[in-house]
């Protein structure tokens, strides 16, 4: 998530409260040098004005029937939260994503939630791994993560086991976006879990298994003005190495040059890349009935260094969501399938991509 809707995201949304430069000058910046350290960091970061954590992932059903998820939690300071404040003083917001992608029916459902972190409502701990917003939760048990969201039509309870260690992405501690300093995240993935557990659509409740993947970035800083927008990928290939880009893009069009990514081998390492080391083409487009956005709907990722070719194609055209009820952005985030050659062996793999600034340029129209 997964910086798509992510960090600027968020305080974007909140421009109705206060201005974001004002907002995010009380919070610490994300700078290099930083040392990360597990399990800790998998817990909250009050000090950055904004944070996520991000999970999707691929299962199958016992009678073989596949399908994709996302549940992403947000966390958003208005302000650094004062020791003696009220317990209904509003200084930060909680937002939740859960999405449920049918890929034999071809449906895609979206549920959205949005809750201040006052009374108990919304929280994310600095102790241990534990956020939720009203009945949508993440906690930690042991090494395991547990998901839980639940809506009247869908609804996940999975519990998911890292099968390799945290990988940090970009260079000496930060995620770079942005020309200057403090235009980067802290962004970790851990890139392939085993998932277990139920789901539930329209009633009917399945016993699935498979894999997820996990993002955790947190931050103060936001897109610069001449940003529009990313497109991000993150690929699990059945060769067990798994491949995570992203490409901001410019008002004049060009991808900027801190635009980067991170391979992940079988063993756990990893190799960054930068820009000028990948190429994207995009093959197709699809245009939204709802909204008239345009967006590109398959893929050609190109690494020469590492003879990758991988054609990126979405297992269901429309899964864009309108959170008119939550960030008030407009993206397209799913599921994608994946085929082609890596260091000359045919590859398949599953994925999600996230595509952001195509109905409109972030800031615009908030």
Request: charged share 25%.
């Amino acid at each position: 998530m997964k910086f798509r809707k992510r960090l600027w995201l968020l305080s974007l949304c909140l421009a109705p409260f206060a201005t974001a430069p004002t907002i995010a000058a009380e919070f610490q910046r994300a700078l290099p040098g930083r040392t990360f350290g597990f399990p800790q960091d998998h817990y909250s970061h009050p000090e950055y004005q904004t944070e996520w954590w991000y999970y999707t992932g691929h299962l199958k059903s016992r009678d073989g029937r596949s399908f994709g998820y996302q549940l992403t939690f947000f966390r958003t300071a208005l302000k650094q939260k004062g020791t003696e404040e009220s317990r209904w003083a509003l200084s930060t917001i909680f937002f939740a994503h859960f999405a449920l992608t049918d890929e034999d029916r071809k449906t895609f459902t979206f549920k959205e939630k949005i809750s201040r972190g006052a009374l108990g409502q919304a929280g994310a701990a600095t102790d241990r791994l534990r956020v939720w917003v009203e009945d949508w939760s993440l906690k930690g048990e042991g090494k395991d993560h547990l998901l839980e969201a639940r809506d009247p039509s869908l609804g996940i309870r999975f519990r998911l086991t890292p099968l390799k260690p945290p990988v940090v992405n970009g260079l000496d501690g930060v995620s770079q976006k942005a020309e200057g300093e403090g235009y980067a995240s802290h962004y970790y993935s851990i890139t392939r879990m085993s998932t277990r557990g139920d789901l539930t659509l329209n009633g009917k409740t399945f016993e699935v298994e498979g894999l997820s993947w996990m993002d955790h970035e947190f931050g103060s800083s936001q897109l610069r003005d001449y940003q529009v927008g990313w497109d991000w990928f993150s690929l699990q290939l059945e060769n067990n190495t798994e491949l995570m880009l992203y490409v901001i893009r410019q008002e004049d069009g060009k991808p900027d040059p801190n635009s980067s990514g991170t391979l992940t081998f079988a063993d756990g390492t990893s190799q960054h890349f930068r820009l000028e080391e990948f190429d994207i083409q995009v093959l197709k487009e699809w245009k939204s009935r709802k909204t008239g956005a345009l967006y590109p709907s398959r893929w050609r990722i190109r690494i020469p260094s590492s003879r990758i070719e991988l054609t990126v194609i979405p297992a269901v055209p429309d899964q864009e969501l309108t959170t008119q009820e939550s960030t008030r952005v407009t993206y397209w985030e799913g599921s994608v399938r994946v085929r082609g050659r890596y260091e000359g062996e045919a590859v398949s793999g599953v994925g999600y991509v996230e595509l952001t600034g195509y109905a409109e340029p972030f800031g615009k129209g908030l």
